[in-house]
């Protein structure tokens, strides 16, 4: 699922968009910007791909946002054979997972930063080092993103 918010810092608004699997809740892709265009949902959606490097076949589910809507957004998508899911018009409960990650990101980092320089760092931090690596997620039984995924590799080797 991919989705974006918007942040405050001393020097305006910054914008994040991430890319969640919904199977480990492991935020796989995520970007930065002051503007909250295609640009930094594509950067945020290759992130992810390099990231995962998924075979084709895979369901991705965002908004009706014109960023996601866009052509750019959708030919990267199409050029990885991911299906395009999105919510229904007028109907934001479609992409509740999506705001529900952004809601826990900002009630336990916070959405208000003193620089940009200082946001960037501290969400990296959060995503990468705590998140993803180290927040028990009760979607999950209780364990990290990370953890989840090496038990499922595991359950999947033997």
């Avoid at 995962?52 to 014109?66: E, I, N, T």
């Avoid at 199409?78 to 999105?86: E, H, P, R, V």
């Avoid at 529900?100 to 930063?113: A, I």
């Avoid at 995503?127 to 359950?155: C, D, L, M, T």
Wanted: with cysteine.
């Amino acid at each position: 699922m991919g989705d974006t918010t918007e942040l405050i810092t001393g020097e305006g608004r910054l914008y994040l968009a991430a890319v969640v699997d919904l199977f480990s809740r492991f935020v796989v892709g995520w970007a930065v910007s002051a503007s909250n265009n295609r640009h930094l949902t594509v950067k945020a959606l290759e992130m992810a791909l390099q990231r995962r490097g998924p075979a084709g076949g895979l369901l991705h589910h965002s908004d009706r946002g014109s960023t996601y809507a866009s052509e750019d957004y959708q030919d990267v998508l199409d050029a990885a054979g991911i299906t395009c899911s999105m919510s229904r018009r007028g109907n934001c409960y479609d992409n509740a997972a999506a705001e529900s990650w952004f809601s826990t990101l900002k009630s336990e980092l916070g959405e208000r930063f003193e620089t940009n320089a200082a946001a960037k760092e501290q969400l990296f931090d959060y995503i990468e080092v705590f998140y993803n690596q180290q927040r028990r997620h009760s979607a999950i039984g209780y364990v990290s993103p990370a953890e989840f995924e090496r038990a499922a590799r595991e359950r999947q080797a033997a």
